[in-house]
């Protein structure tokens, strides 16, 4: 019975490590697909600011009105 019974316990230990495996490679997956994103984001947001031609070091409008 106590072997029975500590086969049972190793069981549903290795099911909640089989749980929370599963759910590590999902929060990766999530994690990788929104820093793709945020590198998305920066890339279009560094071509906003080239757009505007402004002198980031002066803060001053490149082009002179």
Known sequence: F???EAINQIMMA???IDKA???NRE???ET???AN???QNAQQLQEVVR???IDLDTGDDAIEA
């Open 2 to 4: 106590e072997q029975g």
């Open 51 to 53: 757009s505007l031609d």
């Open 14 to 16: 290795l099911n909640d």
């Open 37 to 39: 994103e945020l590198t």
């Open 32 to 34: 990788m697909g929104l």
């Open 21 to 23: 495996v599963d759910n």
């Open 27 to 29: 929060t990766a997956e």
